[in-house]
């Protein structure tokens, strides 16, 4: 069965770095998100994104963050500068049409640790 | 967006038939309603989606009552690694933006 991966698992940074997470979604898959999941809380939405362009973004979503997709099969998401509260589970998923009514696969996770 | 509730955590056992109930009053007329579960340390997996009546597939049921204001999951014969948060979301092909509420967190016993 096909798979959304995620690289790396575990990322540890320093306050103020910059950080890039990756992402390889399901091939034939068009939509692309990213989430976040702060220990013990809820999924949060940050960004979703298709043909190239974010379709809708989420309030946490600001000008720290940026997402790309630099070629045919990667999706990555860029922290520019990280903060504590940046420490999460960070899920990439993909889907093949849009909407909430769509079925989003997810990836396994990079939790980002923030020192 | 269609706001959901559902119940904060239920407790069941081993060979049990599980049935958590969502509220979606606000539900619109192109709305689905669509289950994911959730396993410590990993990403949500999709379980079923449904528009009206009742959706069946290999993991679990979903029944919808005819005003689509509520839904309810049933899983049938739960097992140990059953024990997860499963999240109720509500919405259509225009909303991309999926919020996850809290969930219901389920703990199987043996």
């Known amino acids: 069965e096909p798979e959304v991966t995620q690289t790396p698992s575990h990322q540890v940074t320093q306050m103020g770095q910059e950080v890039i997470l990756r992402c390889v979604p399901i091939s034939n898959h068009l939509y692309f998100y990213w989430y976040r999941q702060i220990l013990g809380q809820k999924v949060e939405f940050l960004v979703s994104?298709?043909?190239?362009?974010?379709?809708?973004k989420s309030e946490i979503f600001d000008d720290q963050f940026s997402v790309e997709r630099p070629d045919g099969s990667n999706f990555t998401l860029k922290i520019r500068s990280t903060k504590l509260e940046d420490s999460a589970m960070y899920f990439c998923a993909s889907s093949l049409t849009s909407g909430i009514s769509s079925e989003q696969y997810f990836g396994p996770g990079t939790r980002l640790t923030v020192t | 967006l269609a706001k959901t509730t559902q119940p904060i955590s239920m407790d069941s056992y081993e060979g049990q038939e599980v049935n958590i109930t969502c509220s979606h009053n606000n539900i619109a007329t192109n709305d689905y309603i669509t289950w994911y579960q959730q396993f410590p340390s990993q990403g949500p997996r999709f379980i079923i989606q449904?528009?009206?009546t009742k959706v069946t597939n290999e993991v679990a049921s979903l029944f919808i009552p005819a005003d689509r204001k509520s839904s309810t999951l049933s899983l049938p014969r739960v097992s140990l690694s059953d024990t997860a948060v499963y999240y109720c979301?509500?919405?259509?092909?225009?909303?991309?933006?999926?919020?996850f509420g809290a969930g219901t967190r389920l703990t199987v016993k043996p």
């Open positions: 979301l509500v919405g259509d092909y225009n909303n991309n933006d999926m919020r």
């Open positions: 449904g528009y009206k």
């Open positions: 994104f298709y043909n190239n362009e974010i379709s809708e």
